[in-house]
């Protein structure tokens, strides 16, 4: 059997990435950064200002080419707790990733980027219930030109795989729900479509709310979907009041629960942020429905979740990375090892 310690993975060897799927993180300044970031989320045409990130360079970034089976997101803006990138092998910063935790296939239950990381500027812990590691947050203020900001998102997380022989139950179903939140004007609105349930593996899941879930394991089993995550939620609208010529901000933060292990991440549909008058009460699942962005004239594009309208990110300043202080120790989780 496996272990992961508080100590972090070594480096491992990967298979190719899947053939079309690409990532670029905040460390490729030269293409890559808040304003950039925060500009392909809202589009062209919206007003954009004052973005910022928290977390390591390679926690931040975007994505594309991602499968596009039924109302998954293909392509957009990525946060992590784990790398968007895969290691680089004679880079010392990169000893704690052992793949990227986003682009396919699924050739691992166990994908961690563990950067020792505690620092909590979203307040996460709080969502969480526990103390939480590897937080990545993006935030930007975005003017209103309707009465309500719809922004679209997905969950993916290798928490949905089972543990070990002895204790197959799932990791999210025995408390590892790393936290996701989606902040408009200070208000949550990272819920379960309907609910005021906070989305997460726990929540949504092949037997909570499963009709926004895709299950990419089975058992102690990688599935076939070509992307990374052991389960991954449909796209899923965060919605707030707003008021036209108004400046919204937005915080999207997540974070590792309990220990740094096991990433998750949170995906930000190309141009996925539109305004409207008339609020969304139809979402669409896994399967069914368009998950169409409302408002073309703000800033959004009305195609369907895999083909939205390419984007040029503009360049800005990032923000520089802090030192972490040392954190608690974590209690090491035991894995079954996966088959070749």
């Not at 480096?11 to 990532?23: D, I």
């Not at 991440?265 to 399967?287: E, N, W, Y």
């Not at 429905?289 to 984007?311: E, F, V």
């Amino acid at each position: 059997m496996l272990a992961l310690s508080a100590a972090g993975p070594a480096v491992a060897a990967t298979a190719p990435n899947t053939a079309g799927q690409s990532t670029a993180s905040l460390r490729d300044t030269s293409t890559v950064s808040a304003q950039s970031l925060a500009q392909m989320v809202a589009g062209p045409k919206a007003t954009v200002s004052n973005a910022s990130v928290s977390g390591k360079d390679v926690q931040i970034g975007t994505v594309k080419g991602l499968p596009g089976d039924g109302n998954a997101i293909t392509e957009g803006v990525a946060l992590s707790t784990g790398s968007l990138i895969d290691p680089d092998p004679t880079a010392d910063s990169d000893t704690d990733i052992t793949r990227s935790a986003v682009l396919g296939p699924n050739d691992a239950l166990d994908t961690t980027g563990d950067f020792g990381v505690t620092e909590d500027p979203a307040g996460l812990a709080k969502v969480a219930g526990t103390d939480v590691y590897d937080e990545a947050v993006l935030e930007f203020d975005v003017t209103a030109t309707s009465s309500n900001i719809v922004l679209y998102y997905s969950l993916g997380s290798e928490e949905y795989a089972g543990a070990t022989k002895g204790t197959p139950a799932s990791w999210q179903s025995r408390g590892y729900k790393d936290p996701l939140s989606i902040k408009v004007n200070g208000t949550e609105c990272a819920h379960v479509p309907g609910t005021q349930t906070a989305v997460s593996a726990a929540s949504i899941n092949d037997s909570s709310n499963a009709d926004y879930y895709t299950a990419n394991v089975s058992g102690h089993t990688p599935g076939r979907i070509p992307v990374e995550f052991n389960g991954y939620t449909s796209a899923l609208p965060c919605q707030a009041a707003t008021a036209p010529g108004q400046k919204v901000h937005v915080r999207v933060a997540i974070a590792d629960a309990q220990d740094g292990q096991l990433d998750s991440t949170v995906l930000l549909r190309t141009q996925g942020l539109g305004f409207t008058d008339k609020p969304i009460t139809d979402s669409c699942t896994a399967k069914a429905g368009t998950c169409d962005i409302p408002g073309a004239d703000n800033g959004s594009s009305k195609s369907s979740n895999g083909k939205p309208q390419p984007l040029r990110p503009a360049r800005a300043s990032r923000a520089s990375p802090t030192t972490a202080p040392p954190r608690p120790p974590q209690e090491p989780r035991t894995l079954w090892p996966v088959c070749p």
